[in-house]
T-cell receptor, first 115, second 114 residues
Framework: AQSVTQLDSQVPVFEEAPVELRCNYSSSVSVYLFWYVQYPNQGLQLLLKYLSGSTLVKGINGFEAEFNKSQTSFHLRKPSVHISDTAEYFC?????????????FGDGTTLTVKP | EPEVTQTPSHQVTQMGQEVILRCVPI?????FYWYRQILGQKVEFLVS????????KSEIFDDQFSVERPDGSNFTLKIRSTKLEDSAMYFC????????????FGEGSWLTVV
């Protein structure tokens, strides 16, 4: 079984400032890691994913995340945020060993970008 | 870009009524999923479906729930006798393959049980 902890429920930040959204996970098996974004009244959109290889993963909209196996973390970063980045962000994991693609989600972090 | 579409976008139903939520996954995808998100809570896995059968389900997915792929394009979630606690956003999703592959989510169906 897996669990995901998003350490910050709300992150307010000013436009053009850097941001980091923190995610830690717990699992007894190897996992894949994902970050999704949910804009108001919309579905979930994949930002980026870590499957294997380089631990630094680049995604859409200028976001990147770094997989740290020893700290079981997958923090999301953006060097300079825009007002349009205001949304809910979810970290998720799925078990590498199954084919079902079932993902376990964190509680979400609300990113609010202020002018 | 291909997308997962869901209908209805919002449904209000009385407690005890049956509800069917419909989804059209991306056409070349093989795995289909339902997730739900109770207001203010995390997104929770309900069920995955592959090769015309359930491949995995969560403890939430009890006998009140069922899924079906009635034809080559639709994927439905039925709740037999709705309860107040079934009120949530229900997301359909699909992926080309299983674990590790990108799961594409629909925009969700808001179910309100009164």
């Amino acid at each position: 079984a897996q669990s995901v902890t998003q350490l910050d429920s709300q992150v307010p930040v000013f436009e053009e400032a850097p941001v980091e959204l923190r995610c830690n996970y717990s699992s007894s098996v190897s996992v894949y890691l994902f970050w999704y974004v949910q804009y108001p009244n919309q579905g979930l959109q994949l930002l980026l994913k870590y499957l294997s290889g380089s631990t630094l993963v680049k995604g859409i909209n200028g976001f990147e995340a770094e997989f740290n196996k020893s700290q079981t973390s997958f923090h999301l970063r953006k060097p300079s945020v825009h007002i349009s980045d205001t949304a809910e962000y979810f970290c998720a994991v799925s078990d590498r060993s199954t084919n079902a693609g079932k993902s376990t989600f964190g509680d979400g972090t609300t990113l609010t970008v202020k002018p | 870009e291909p997308e997962v579409t869901q209908t209805p976008s919002h449904q209000v139903t009385q407690m005890g009524q049956e509800v069917i939520l419909r989804c059209v996954p991306i056409s070349n995808h093989l795995y289909f999923y339902w997730y739900r998100q109770i207001l203010g809570q995390k997104v929770e896995f309900l069920v995955s479906f592959y090769n015309n059968e359930i491949s995995e389900k969560s403890e939430i997915f009890d006998d009140q729930f069922s899924v079906e792929r009635p034809d080559g394009s639709n994927f439905t979630l039925k709740i037999r006798s709705t309860k107040l606690e079934d009120s949530a956003m229900y997301f359909c999703a699909s992926s080309e393959l299983g674990s590790g592959n990108t799961i594409y989510f629909g925009e969700g169906s808001w179910l309100t049980v009164v």
